[in-house]
């Protein structure tokens, strides 16, 4: 069977409709256009108890259509796509972007900057051309193999009294093609198919308390997915959350599991963004070229890595991705600037959006172990519940959860914590990081130590 | 507006006949029952941004989503295009949970109230239809609206509004033959300015949400939202972290429902409660919190946010009271929890959209007013805070944990309003939250911002509580 059969595949006589609403938009009066159609199929199967407990079946599409028309701008999208139907909502659409006000900034890319080597999709290598031999009898089986709960229960009813009380899995695969073409020539398409897993376990003690915990893989291609451990983990998580202990409050040294890592990256990743620079609402405002964060941090982009979850050929303009350093040495290298906010900002645009983010590990410590050994007495972060950042100012609260440290070993759970900062200055506070990204995560951030941290108790 | 029947057999293409076949088509493999769900959706957005209207669009979303139930297990598809063959083939997936027929139905299925017609009782009619009104009418509101912010304050140096609408056309369809339909209009501004003083930055954002056309675009809510974003911001530049522990919050009336959402709502939905998970599993019929305390969901605001004639499983909308006098009486039931709980729903059988099977979910969560004065429970703090606005909260589901995070707040001093503070996370347990309630004041809100639930899908909500105090909760500080 050829992967032409996926549901989820774009046919020529969808790409062949995509390219007519182009020429059709330019003929209505807009002077230039983008469309992005796209397509996708899941399936999974979720799974209660060691059963099956639900199934799921999705397959979508939209046509997404940009306008430029007067020098003015609008953004528009439909899943219904007969010809006729299309044309209509056109029609109106181009009405629409008149009545709006002119903004001489928004252009589409420049054509030298747009990506001209993803025509078919499958140049990195995202695509699993087993997909189609899945069937629904294959992956029901996969979903079951993948249980625990009969080991689980086995095992829970220890001395401690600890009972489980549900496990929870999912299975899922998917296939999604995106094509991006435009009014100069543009073309680029993005195919991938994605395996996940993943499992909530929850157990409770003998005075009725509950805890739970979860673990999960992703792949692009379903030999890589490491589904047989996947509950088995989640299981070990939750028991390990068993007995939590009050501490005091005060300052102290932490380290951010990889798991969790990137809820501490991310608003700073936010804040180098166009949208909120340009509108003066970021923490990192006039910090192009400046030393910001200590020189033992070094952020790079990766988008183009052949097999890795989350590369990219090309962002939703269709401009071009490229290896680049954000944050060199401690030095803010770039801002993320698309086409109209680099305009607004009257500055050279770069690329919309991080797309594979890598923390080079700072070197001495390979695992979570090492670090923990390196921080001594310290709180081990296993998640965050809730909290949030002012993307003025980097300041931050959130929840966490995870386990007390005493001469790198774990001694006993903690919960019902907050950490309280501010980005700037908790990064300045980095001691070191492990190496121990997992590649499931789209941003690799390895395991993270900082020094001198306010927790609330 | 609800429309006659046949508008939406024609927006759907299909009729009761076929509507039947599709249903039969779903159980043949077996299985208890089957719903069919149809949407249509358009949306419309626009977008104020550096003192111009520069970006706007629309957006449509339309299709069917298959449920088949066999027993408590769920099989479910959806198709985006109406050809029979599509919808056929979209039952044939959903059919793959059911191998035989089950003889454990969910609510409503044995014994069917055929549901024709639909309530006498609207509950979100529209004076101006945002259908059909070009979207350069609303250019005016969004302009007047930055213009009313900035002549409010010299400090501000951006200003973003955003207009959204969506009106949503649904048609539902069961193999208990109860056919249902409804067209649910919903308009939200949001409202977000910068303010820079002595090189300090500072944001602040408010919203509205209603259930509502596009009448409710009038000069008044232009006024009450620039005064509203303005308000305090001398307070915002001013604010300091509090040291942070154990203490007591007093949590101001309004948007601090948000406690109510996080610390025990979702804990009531009953899908966590069937599966054993949730901490408030085995306490039907106790006493979590003091006498006098109702705790209530309701879907019968009329205009609000979490308004519904019917939920997304076709069951009326209705008034849920949760706690009634500091005991638990009700969770929030879809069609399969009540089967499993021998109850009838309570009418929270909701869905993101048609992609999305439906699952208990809240719809105005909110306390009732007690006899205390708010000043009062203020008053009764030596050493504490008081909190009135939020941005986004979140739960564990097993342990009860929740947190919220604060926007900006008080020190409360010797039972008196003190330092400013922002930007702090509060968290503790809801069961523990519900017992530590002392004081409930006679001044309930319910909040008008535009809330949205994410538990695994986007719904909207809204959610309100009078003044309150609680004797201890976790405060993030330094």
New interface residues.
Partial sequence: MSSNKIAAILTQAEIDLAQHCLTFAQEEGAQKVRITLSKSLMNLIGLLNGEVDKTAHALDRSLQLQLFVDGRYGAFSTNKLEKEGLETFIREAIDTVKMLQADTCRDLPAPERVAKDARTGRELGLFDPAYDQLTAEGRRELALASCHFKASSAHSGDSRGISLLAEEGEYSDSVFDTLTIDSQGLYARHTETSFEIGYETTVEDARGNHFSSYWWDAAPLLQDLRWKECAAIAYKRAMEQVGPQEIEGGKYTVVVDTECASKLLTPVLNALGGFSLQQKNSFLVDSLGKQLFPEKLTILDLPRAAGETGSRLFDSEGVATREMSIVDKGVVKTYFLNTYMAAKMEMEPTIEDAIRVKVLPTGGHKTLEDLLKAAGDCILITGFNGGNSNPATGNFSYGIEGFLVKDGKKVHPVRELLITGNFLQLWGKLLATADDARPCLSKLIPSLAFTNVDISA | MIHPKEHYFNLFQVDTPVLERLVQAALSSGGSYCDLFFENTTYGS?LL??G????????????VGVRVLSG?????????SMAWEDMLS?AR??S??ADKPVDVSPYGTRNPSRGEPNPAADRYPVVQHWRGT???AF?PFLQKLEQAVRQRDTRI??V?ANLAFQVTDVLMYNSARELKWDTRPMGSVSL?A?F?QNG????KSTSRSFRQGAEMLSDSLIEEMAMELVHGIDDRFAAR?PK???MPVVMGAGASGILLH?AMGHAFEADFNR???S?FA?KMGRKICPDGIQIIDDGTLAGNRGALNFDDEGIPGQKTYMVEDGVLTSYLHDRISAAHYGVRPTGNGRRESF?Y?PLPRMRATYMESGSAKASDLIAEVQKGIFVNEF???????????????VKSGYLIENGRLTQPV????????GPQALADIRGVADDLAVDPGAWTCGKEQSVPVSCGIPTVLISGL?????
């Fill in positions: 626009l941004r550096d111009a209207v520069t970006s706007g669009g629309n957006h449509i979303d339309y299709g408590e297990k769920t099989g479910y598809a959806y198709s985006e979209c997936a959903a793959q949970i070009p979207l350069s250019l140096v951006k973003i977000t910068v820079q300090q930055s500072e944001n972290r942070g522990g154990s996080e599966k054993g998970t901490i085995d992609r099977a941005s986004n909260g979140q739960v564990q589901i097993g342990e009860g944990d929740f947190t919220f995070y922002k930007d702090i996370n509060i968290i503790g347990n976790t405060v993030g500080g330094e």
